[in-house]
């Protein structure tokens, strides 16, 4: 699987937007973006997916740059609840692929 | 109807000793996988399920470790002769077909001491 890089950690302030980064440049045409995120003491859940063109969801925003070599997790308006850590997934989407997760970006929200 | 369900939620054992840990997936989901997360660190892939087999197991560290899925939904992690090293949380995944977003239970913290 291609690798990603993202920020240890970021920090927000409550109803504050979010910007997570995601860096993949080694991404092929066949991979998919994902993101799943994990509360504290909680599994991974999922958030987000897409392969070319944004994507909006309740949950957040997917902005992926035309060159697929990056991508941006949009959280409009950070809550306490969504203090968690974030983790960037590339997936291909043919045939068999698992969830590979790296360290993720923990991101801290402040009332 | 709930989600994916996981006991237990701790486990303490002891050294050497075996232990099961149990993997209720979502009703219907035919995909089921095994990961287990070590403090700080992103969940580690183990085992992944498509109906009663196991389709790829090239994340189990060595033979101690198996997993089983006979009827196509309940699964069992077995793990023998536990070391320190194995302590951790174990989480379980289901998801509907192997490319569908995968749901996560709450895991099992395993502690050997």
């Known amino acids: 699987d291609a690798k990603t890089t993202q920020p240890n950690s970021m920090e927000s302030n409550e109803e504050e937007p979010v910007h997570l980064p995601c860096n993949h440049s080694t991404i092929s045409g066949t991979d998919y973006i994902h993101w799943y995120r994990q509360l504290p003491s909680q599994g991974p859940e999922y958030v987000i997916h897409g392969l070319t063109s944004n994507v909006n969801n309740r949950m957040a925003s997917l902005a992926i740059a035309e060159d697929r070599k990056s991508s941006t997790l949009i959280l409009h308006r950070a809550t306490l609840r969504d203090a968690a850590v974030y983790y960037c997934i590339l997936r291909v989407n043919s045939g068999y692929s698992t969830l590979t997760f790296g360290k993720g970006t923990m991101l801290l929200v402040s009332p | 109807g709930a989600g994916v369900s996981q006991t237990p939620s701790n486990k303490v054992t002891e050294k050497g000793k075996y232990v099961e840990l149990r993997c209720d997936p979502i009703s219907g989901h035919t995909a089921l996988y095994w990961y287990r997360q070590s403090l700080g660190q992103g969940p580690e892939f183990l085992i992944y399920f498509q109906g009663t087999g196991a389709a790829d197991d090239s994340g189990l560290p060595n033979d101690r470790f198996f997993a089983v899925r006979p009827e196509g939904s309940v699964s069992t992690l077995k793990i023998q002769r536990t070391e320190r090293g194995d302590s951790a949380v174990y989480l379980c995944?289901?998801?509907?077909?192997?490319?569908?977003?995968?749901?996560f239970g709450q895991g099992t913290r395993l502690t050997v001491v």
């Open positions: 995944a289901s998801s509907l077909t192997m490319r569908t977003e995968a749901f």
